[in-house]
């Protein structure tokens, strides 16, 4: 069935190190992968996102990988910062009914501490 | 600006007493989706909806109904809430459901 895993649930990382979230998916046809930021009490919000055509996309001191053979994505963040504590959810599309879906991981709770 | 808005943020009912909690965008995206978020669950998604008059489950659809009778508005209907659907509420809205998911603020709902 359509499934995301991530891992780990909660990471904890001092100030300036670097942090990695995982997610697995299980439909071999999703061909968009992307990860959203959700501050305590916020909505969530798209901060990076990949398609299927490219391995690797970075955007400052974040970065996404692509495994399409494992069928797995990391989210990478470099040099933390406390602003970075929030939880980061990934997501992948599955094709429904002609129609595309996002299903969501369950999410990462991040903590960097100074 | 572009934007969802979802109404109420906050609200606390009794079990059994039917409520709406409202969803709106004003992007002219065809589709829109309903989550309820829970710890350790992620975002699960109750149903969405690829267009007017057109809509699906997703993964937790009971004891939830939807309607789309119009493209800017998708409201999420409880006809008789249970203590189990306490949770947090966000709607979302994309072009084509492919990418560029915008969420509305989140309605954050208590059933005693």
């Known amino acids: 069935g359509e499934n995301v895993e991530q891992h780990p649930s909660t990471l904890s990382v001092q100030e300036g190190d670097s942090a990695v979230i995982k997610c697995t998916y299980s439909d071999s046809a999703s061909n968009y992968f992307p990860w959203y930021k959700q501050e305590l009490g916020k909505r969530p919000q798209l901060i990076i996102d990949?398609?299927?055509?490219?391995g690797e996309k970075k955007d400052q001191r974040i970065a996404v990988t692509l495994n399409k053979t494992a069928k797995h994505f990391s989210l990478h963040i470099t040099e933390t910062q406390p602003e970075d504590s929030a939880v980061y959810f990934c997501a992948a599309n599955f094709a429904s009914g002609g129609y595309n879906k996002l299903i969501f991981g369950a999410g990462t709770r991040l903590a960097v501490h100074p | 600006e572009a934007q969802v808005t979802q109404n109420p943020r906050y609200l606390i009912t009794v079990t059994g007493k039917k409520l709406t909690v409202t969803c709106s965008q004003n992007m002219n995206h065809e589709y829109m989706s309903w989550y309820r978020q829970d710890p350790g669950l992620g975002l699960r998604q109750i149903y969405y909806?690829?267009?007017?008059?057109?809509?699906d489950k997703g993964d937790v659809p009971e004891g939830y109904k939807v309607s789309r009778k119009e493209k800017r508005n998708f409201p999420l209907i409880l006809e008789s809430p249970s203590p189990n659907q306490t949770s947090l509420y966000f709607c979302?809205?994309?072009?084509?459901?492919?990418?560029?998911?915008?969420f509305g603020s989140g309605t954050r709902l208590t059933v005693v």
């Open positions: 979302a809205s994309s072009k084509t459901g492919f990418y560029g998911y915008t």
């Open positions: 909806s690829m267009n007017v008059e057109v809509t």
């Open positions: 990949i398609r299927s055509n490219v």
